[in-house]
């Protein structure tokens, strides 16, 4: 059973980076197959894809987040992580770690999801 | 906002059959991407309940099923439990947004 856990500060500063790590267990990352993905969801709202990346290094991100978005792995340590840069109020959210999309490509769903962790940005 | 849109709410009385639309645009579930369920249980992670528009996962009850039409989908629930009351999202593909969409989510109140 694949289960995933997000790690990291719980408060940010506007203006200052969110740093959130995905641990992984139950399969390797490394292995291929899944792109591992970050999405978020803003307090009483509904969900928003990220973006993801694959074990080899590949990215793709939400073109409304692009350009503040970078997302990594560790494969030594079976991570992956999320940098959002300049952030503010409207990034406080719950930001979930997720397997997917798979092998259907465009077609793909997220299989596996973490429990999702809060970041608040504030003063 | 999202491109897929749905019901703020539905709701039902327990042994009722109860549905959720889900209405995209040729760009997304018009274009033929898979349309997948989720359903989100007060407070916890959101869990795939059906992909590929209508299969189930292992350990899903037949209770739960999904279909597709044109630019739209749904997601049923027959004989509608009180474990049942929970958001329930849509999710599909792009094209022009060149990215994973999600709808707008569905409260299911079992009255």
């Known amino acids: 059973q694949v289960q995933l856990q997000e790690s990291g500060p719980g408060l940010v500063k506007p203006s200052q980076t969110l740093s959130l790590t995905c641990t992984v267990s139950g399969a390797s990352i490394s292995r291929g197959g899944y792109y591992w993905s970050w999405i978020r969801q803003h307090p009483g709202k509904g969900l928003e894809w990220i973006g993801h990346i694959y074990f080899s290094g590949s990215t793709n991100y939400n073109p409304s987040l692009k350009s503040l978005v970078t997302i990594s792995l560790d494969t030594s340590k079976n991570q992956f992580s999320l940098k959002l840069r300049s952030v503010t109020a409207a990034d406080t959210a719950v930001y979930y770690c997720a397997r997917g999309p798979g092998r259907d490509g465009y077609n793909s769903r997220f299989d596996d999801w973490g429990q999702g962790t809060l970041v608040t940005v504030s003063p | 906002q999202s491109v897929l849109t749905q019901p703020p709410s539905v709701s039902g009385a327990p042994g009722q059959r109860v549905t959720i639309s889900c209405t995209g645009s040729s760009s997304n579930i018009g274009a033929g991407y898979d349309v997948h369920w989720y359903q989100q249980l007060l407070g916890t992670a959101p869990k795939l309940l059906i992909y590929?528009?209508?299969n189930r996962p292992s350990g899903v009850p037949d209770r739960f099923s999904g279909s597709t039409s044109g630019t739209s989908a749904s997601l049923a629930i027959t004989g509608l439990q009180a474990e049942d009351e929970a958001d329930y999202y849509c999710q599909s593909y792009d094209s022009s947004l060149r990215g994973y969409v999600f709808g707008t989510g569905t409260k299911v109140t079992v009255l």
């Open positions: 590929g528009n209508s």
